[in-house]
C-alpha cells in the first residue's frame, strides 16, 4: 500500500532554512505528480507546493513563492521540499501526499512538524 513517510522538520528561527523530504513507497513513484501541504493549528490544510511526475513543472501558491522549492529525485522515490525565509506564519506540520494541485488520496504520513520561532 501507499506508503509515505516525511522527516526534516524542526525548530528555526525567522530566515533560517529548512529541507525536509518524504520517502514513498507501495506505488510507481515516477508515475505521480507530488506536492506537499502544511496544517497550522486551527487551520485547514493547505497546499504549498505541486511537482509533476517528470519535475519539469512545479506549482506554489504565493504564500511561499520565490521562499519554497519542491524537488524530486525519482531514483529514490523521494520528494524534497527545500524551505528559506521562513517566517513563523509556516509553522505547522508538513506533510507530502500523491497529486499536482490536490490530494490525490487519503494517503497522509505523519507528518513533520516545522516550528519557526526566535
Known amino acids: 500500500q501507499v506508503q509515505l513517510v516525511e522527516s526534516g522538520g524542526g525548530l528555526v528561527q525567522p530566515g533560517g532554512s529548512l529541507r525536509l523530504s518524504c520517502a514513498a513507497s507501495?506505488?510507481?513513484?515516477?508515475?505521480?505528480?507530488m506536492s506537499w501541504y502544511r496544517q497550522a493549528p486551527g487551520k485547514q490544510r493547505e497546499l504549498v507546493a505541486g511537482?509533476?511526475?517528470?519535475?519539469?513543472?512545479?506549482n506554489y501558491p504565493d504564500s511561499v513563492k520565490g521562499r519554497f522549492t519542491i524537488s524530486r529525485v525519482n531514483a529514490k522515490d523521494t520528494v524534497y521540499l527545500q524551505m528559506s525565509s521562513l517566517k513563523p506564519e509556516d509553522t505547522a506540520v508538513y506533510y507530502c501526499?500523491?497529486?499536482?494541485?490536490?490530494?490525490?488520496?487519503?494517503?497522509w504520513g505523519q507528518g513533520t512538524q516545522v516550528t519557526v520561532a526566535s
Open positions: 511537482i509533476t511526475n517528470s519535475g519539469r513543472s512545479t
Open positions: 501526499n500523491l497529486g499536482f494541485t490536490s490530494a490525490l488520496g487519503n494517503y
Open positions: 507501495g506505488f510507481t513513484f515516477s508515475n505521480y505528480a
